[in-house]
T-cell receptor, first 112, second 114 residues
């Protein structure tokens, strides 16, 4: 089975930096995804980490530590449009089961 | 083309109605998914089709019936739904198999059962 934990809600100021954490416990691991979802819209892919370390993509970076079962999504130079839910999803290993399981999501509110 | 297209965008149906949700992708993806998402909750996996075969059914009630006519299309047939089935229904696709990476999501169908 899998257990994924993220904070329910975070608030931050426009222009600031925010870090959204995700911890997971899984019987097998084959990568971790971050998705962004605006209210009423579909999730959109942000990042995929399968090896330890930091992956940077513009204003967004994602970090993974497999030994600690831990990831974070770092958002820099926050903009109002970054207000959304951020979903951490873990892809299990093996058995033909490559379907990621979503955490409950972190609702990020960016204020002026 | 990196789009997953879902129709209709909104659907209101009575508990005795029969309706279908449709999903289409032209990215050559061989895995397609149906998710159900209630407000302020993450998407919950319902069904997975891999190479046009149903590979995962997450104990979904039989009033939901998936169909994959070909590798580009995925349908979800609805019959005798309950008001608690009202939700956003998301279709997604991905490459499939061992090379599977991220899933691309459609915009969803907002379903209301009255």
């Amino acid at each position: 089975g899998q257990n994924i934990d993220q904070p329910t809600e975070m608030t931050a100021t426009e222009g600031a930096i925010v870090q959204i954490n995700c911890t997971y416990q899984t019987s097998g691991f084959n990568g971790l995804f971050w998705y962004q979802q605006h209210a009423g819209e579909a999730p959109t892919f942000l990042s995929y980490n399968v090896l330890d370390g930091l992956e940077e993509k513009g204003r967004f970076s994602s970090f993974l530590s497999r030994s600690k079962g831990y990831s974070y999504l770092l958002l820099k130079e926050l903009q109002m449009k970054d207000s959304a839910s951020y979903l951490c999803a873990v892809r299990p290993a093996g058995g033909g089961s490559y379907i990621p399981t979503f955490g409950r999501g972190t609702s990020l509110i960016v204020h002026p | 083309d990196t789009e997953v297209t879902q129709t209709p965008k909104h659907l209101v149906m009575g508990m005795t109605n029969k309706k279908s949700l449709k999903c289409e992708q032209h990215m050559g993806h061989r895995a397609m998914y149906w998710y159900k998402q209630k407000a302020k909750k993450p998407p919950e996996l319902m069904f997975v089709y891999s190479y046009e075969k149903l590979s995962i059914n997450e104990s979904v009630p039989s009033r939901f019936s998936p169909e994959c006519p070909n590798s580009s299309l995925l349908n979800l047939h609805l019959h005798a739904l309950q008001p608690e089935d009202s939700a956003l229904y998301l279709c997604a696709s991905s490459q499939g198999g061992p090379a599977n990476t991220e899933a691309f999501f459609g915009q969803g169908t907002r379903l209301t059962v009255v």
